[in-house]
């Protein structure tokens, strides 16, 4: 049957090659997790509304491109002028020159041979994405898109930098114009993004953070996003988001002496954590969780004073622990 369904595969679907001023793309469905190539394309408008293993980009030239999870890496070699949303596992770029990049990675992206690189937060929603997040395996809380490290750095010149925080995603890339295209219900708003919107880099609002950890079970992802509207909506900032499986040892360094009320739940599954930011953030965030998930499990930090110590433990082994 797999060699049956091998000859079934026209590697033309899978390709966008020397296309010029059009608008063109790949439906949900579509693509199905197969390899993608793009290439020689010249102001273009490329969408691929769809979950695919990886992705090559070369010689593109003032292109606006959409890309739907990736399982494993995107690659853009000699593009330029081009404008991108992306979300993958690995991303790379190979001389490339003014690449705008709305980004969800989950690894550190790299860039090697490349400049006027601007990145910002992935935001982007349709019906089917969440979905193709979990087809390729892809947490939409684990996003490093502004921890870029340039492989190629030139002393005293900086290769790339962060899009304005107001950026708006479709005044960089446009929602398609084309008749089939248009039947993909798309929202770019900020407050319906797949992937929450975090600070990342960026610099922090105040000196006073909190972490708040849920742990694995069927309303996990919902709860986190309840109390990220929550705290977002209060005014507070998220600076960054994880999700990662902890074990009893790394509860202990994590939770300190709460750590043997949260070890049971650690065998469930991963736990997702987050960073708000702002004055007062530890007490709204204690009062929330309080008011609305009194029956959830939730580590918060207890205090202002050992607020930023849990996010620090938290992330540095968060970062250990993904190879950072």
């Known amino acids: 049957f797999s060699f049956f369904f091998l000859l079934q595969i026209d590697p ?85 020159r003014k690449l705008e990049v709305f980004l969800c990675c989950a690894t550190q992206p790299i860039i090697e041979s490349s400049t006027g690189m601007k990145f910002g937060c992935f935001q982007y929603y349709y019906p089917e994405l969440a979905l193709q997040f979990k087809d390729a395996g892809l947490s939409i809380f684990n996003n490093t898109w502004s921890n870029i490290h340039d492989f190629t750095p030139v002393s005293g010149e900086n290769n790339w930098g962060l899009l304005p925080e107001n950026a708006v995603v479709q005044d960089y890339v446009p929602l398609p114009s084309s008749e089939e295209l248009k039947a993909v219900r798309i929202s770019t708003d900020a407050a319906r993004s797949i992937i929450p919107i975090t600070r990342g880099r960026r610099q922090k609002c105040s000196d006073e953070s909190c972490l708040a950890v849920y742990f694995a079970g069927d309303y996990t992802t919902a709860n986190a996003r309840k109390l990220i509207d929550e705290m977002t909506g209060k005014g507070f900032q998220l600076v960054q988001t994880k999700e990662i499986s902890m074990k009893a040892e790394d509860a202990h360094r994590v939770f300190k002496q709460c750590a043997s009320e949260f070890i049971p739940l650690l065998e469930k599954g991963p736990v997702v954590a987050l960073e708000f930011n702002g004055d007062g953030v530890v007490e709204a965030c204690r009062s929330t969780v309080d008011d609305i998930f009194s029956g959830t499990k939730v580590f918060v930090s207890e205090s202002k004073a050992s607020a930023s110590q849990d996010v620090d433990n938290f992330f540095n082994f968060a970062d250990m622990q993904m190879g950072m």
């Open 12 to 96: 033309k679907d899978y390709t966008f090659s020397g296309l010029k001023d059009e608008t063109v793309g790949r439906l949900p469905g579509k693509v199905a997790g197969q390899q993608f190539v793009i290439q020689d394309c010249e102001n273009c408008n490329i969408y691929i509304f769809d979950h695919s293993a990886t992705i090559t980009i070369d010689d593109c030239v003032n292109c606006k491109i959409f890309l739907g999870p990736i399982k494993g890496s995107v690659f853009f070699r000699d593009c330029k002028d081009c404008k991108c949303i992306v979300a993958c596992q690995q991303f790379r770029t190979r001389d490339c």
